[in-house]
């Protein structure tokens, strides 16, 4: 089979950076060199509706892409495209185990592993608003001691897993609770340390207060496509059940060219930056 090339023009192909590599007069040099074209992404395909994972992104980015903006080209180092495989290896193989699990399981066992996602249908979609489609795939489904719950498998490195205490992170939150909205399950999170492979496990069973914020920022959502205007940026919402503003929030949105164009951001500088720094790397090398 052969590979898809990562870079468009001459100065990016693999003979080229070999080249290069080969005048550095290191043979790692110029193996990596000539793999690095070759970490690409995967293309999914855009389905026009609200994705659990990401669900803490503001409401503005959802916007665009319901309404189906052009995606932007963002680049992706092959170091990054790595650590995105890596934690895809470890869903992989925990669903492995997982599905052996269930094979071997008898009626009446503590732990039943109800549905395994690539061993069966895990997704789920339900319109909750007017123009909001929200979606979900579970990594797995099971049950633990009576309790049905939606297994969420996240790699997280040494550090991050050792601050975890008794709650996923806020991300992974909003992340839970449109599950609860999809499949009326809390979520136990499987954390797995990137150094050491040691298990965290965290139940989370989101509150009244999180399932409002979550509802509010849906309906927020829908308000915005039937009004067919685009919301302000997230620094301009005052209320505190939208995720603020942070600094990289931009740089790896597809929208970020189109986010600027249609209105004042309060981030004109970051969007220079950004913008100066996707056509430095479309330059030849």
Known sequence: MSAKRGGSSPADSPWELMRLAVQ???PGALLEQAMTPFF???????????RCSSLDFDVRYWYFWLT??????????????RILDNGTDVHTRTQKVLYALQQAQSDGDMVQVDAVEGYADT????????????????????????????????????????QLKDQPTLKHQWQARGYTLLFDRPTLFLYESKDTQRYKWIAYDPSPIDMMALQTKLHALSEVLQSQTPPPFCDQV??????????????????????????QTGHEEEFAFLTNRGEQHARPH
């Open 238 to 263: 005052s209320d505190s059940v939208f995720p603020k503003y942070t600094i990289g929030s931009c740089a790896y949105c597809p929208f970020q060219r189109h986010c600027h164009e249609v209105g």
């Open 123 to 162: 997704l789920a979609t339900k319109e909750i608003y007017p123009g909001v489609a929200l979606s979900g795939h579970a990594d797995a489904l099971v049950t633990v001691n009576g309790t049905p719950y939606v297994l969420e498998i996240k790699s997280i490195n040494g550090g991050d897993w050792r």
């Open 68 to 81: 189906d903006v052009p995606l932007e080209e963002i680049p992706r180092s092959a170091v990054l495209q």
């Open 24 to 26: 550095s007069g290191s």
């Open 40 to 50: 690409i992404g995967h293309d999914f395909p855009r389905h026009l509706r609200v």
